[in-house]
Antibody, heavy 119, light 110 residues
Framework: EVHLLESGGGLVQPGGSLRLSCVASGFNFNSYAMSWVRQAPGQGLEWVSAVSGGAGTTYYIDSVKGRFTISRDNSKNTLYLQMNGLRAEDTAIYYC????????????WGQGTLVTVSS | SYVLTQPPSVSVAPGQTARITCGGNNIGSKSVHWYQQKPGQAPVLVVYDDSDRPSGIPERFSGSNSGNTATLTISRVEAGDEADYYCQVWGSSSDHLTAVFGGGTQLTIL
């Protein structure tokens, strides 16, 4: 059974940093691209970043480029999101999501971790 | 950047058919995916590649995509279908690829 477990969220001041982690199990982790998707309180889904299975290719939404870095450690079945220069508008639940093989969509999601940026 | 437009809300009586649209420029040339999200829960993929269903998703859920509009159709709607629904594609922004979600549609069962 596929399982994704995020951690690392919390309260941080504007300009601060956090590193989110997502531990995966139940599938061959290094064979699948992975993504981070966020959801601000009461708002819709917003894709943030993605990384290929081999970690050679990364993608970002414009609003986080230069501030966030996605990475993965395939030996630990773990996906990361390093978030620097956090802003109030980054406040959201952050989900990690597994790409479905052969389709550009997400067939498994974690339960999310809440990031709150506030002074 | 590529924009997907969904109606904020759709209401339907139990047993009837709900249709949720997702508009985008020439969206018919893209693969469209749909997610269901219930309050306090993570999203669930219900339709991918316009009209395919993941295992475990009832046949009542179907999709279509042509021209500038994709549609998620839920037949014989049940109370348990009440949720927010999001469409998603991969599009381009500036010079790079990004995933894009629609703004979401709240489905209310009357």
């Amino acid at each position: 059974e596929v399982h994704l477990l995020e951690s690392g969220g919390g309260l941080v001041q504007p300009g601060g940093s956090l590193r989110l982690s997502c531990v995966a199990s139940g599938f061959n982790f290094n064979s699948y691209a992975m993504s981070w998707v966020r959801q601000a309180p009461g708002q819709g889904l917003e894709w943030v970043s993605a990384v290929s299975g081999g970690a050679g290719t990364t993608y970002y939404i414009d609003s986080v480029k230069g501030r966030f870095t996605i990475s993965r450690d395939n030996s630990k079945n773990t996906l990361y999101l390093q978030m620097n220069g956090l802003r109030a508008e980054d406040t959201a639940i952050y989900y990690c999501a597994k790409d479905r093989s052969g389709a550009s969509c997400y067939d498994y999601w974690g339960q999310g971790t809440l990031v709150t940026v506030s002074s | 950047s590529y924009v997907l437009t969904q109606p904020p809300s759709v209401s339907v009586a139990p047993g009837q058919t709900a249709r949720i649209t997702c508009g985008g420029n020439n969206i018919g040339s893209k693969s469209v995916h749909w997610y269901q999200q219930k309050p306090g829960q993570a999203p669930v993929l219900v339709v991918y590649d316009d009209s395919d269903r993941p295992s475990g998703i009832p046949e009542r859920f179907s999709g279509s995509n042509s021209g500038n509009t994709a549609t998620l159709t839920i037949s014989r709607v049940e109370a348990g279908d009440e949720a927010d629904y999001y469409c998603q594609v991969w599009g381009s922004s500036s010079d790079h690829l990004t995933a894009v979600f629609g703004g979401g549609t709240q489905l209310t069962i009357l």
